[in-house]
């Protein structure tokens, strides 16, 4: 095809990188890999996953419903997108430095997650986008712009933020 090529048991779109799907059964994912695809993993039941290097961006709903405990986020990645890893084992995750957006309810009920350091660079948190993680404990920058309504409805947030910045719902 033009549009797509197999490698492995993934199809990635040729334009962009985009990984689009995988089979049951995912041993690697190819290195030049730039984007994990909306519904690309979803509902997989996965409890580990080696990420590429050069990834800078996590779709829609990529990893919904599996049971990671933990992940590993390459440096690149800029953008988490709407329900990424909603309904996922993690106790703890360590965000990129390059992140820029959290999505919607990216990490909602992400229930025994109990503590994230929102990266200095993010700019702008969804809405829910950690809700129902109730023993988690936040520390965030003074320097997100945008924090939707409810994003954190059951966490502890620990900001070096003097005042409330004017996008902070």
Do not use: M
């Not at 797509?4 to 048991?9: A, C, R, S, W």
């Not at 039941?45 to 419903?65: R, S, V």
């Not at 003074?142 to 004017?166: H, M």
Request: with cysteine; aromatic share 12%.
């Amino acid at each position: 095809s033009e549009t797509y090529k197999v490698d492995g048991n993934c199809l990635i779109r040729k334009e962009d990188g985009c990984l689009v799907l995988c089979g049951r059964k995912v041993n690697a994912i190819p290195d030049y890999v730039k984007k994990i695809g909306n519904y690309a993993f979803f509902g997989r039941k996965l409890t580990q996953i080696d990420l590429p290097g050069g990834l800078t961006e996590i779709g829609n709903y990529a990893f919904y419903n599996n049971r990671f405990t933990q992940i590993t986020l390459p440096d690149g990645v800029e953008k988490i997108g709407s329900y990424a890893f909603y309904n996922n084992d993690f106790s703890q995750i360590t965000l990129p430095e390059n992140l820029k957006e959290i999505g919607s309810y990216a990490f909602k009920y992400c229930e025994k997650l109990k503590s994230i350091v929102i990266p200095g660079r993010v700019e702008s948190i969804g809405i829910f986008a950690f809700s129902e993680c109730h023993a988690l404990s936040v520390i965030l920058p003074g320097t997100v712009k945008t924090i939707e309504k409810n994003a954190f409805d059951a966490a502890t947030i620990y900001t070096s933020a003097q005042k409330r910045p004017e996008g902070w719902k």
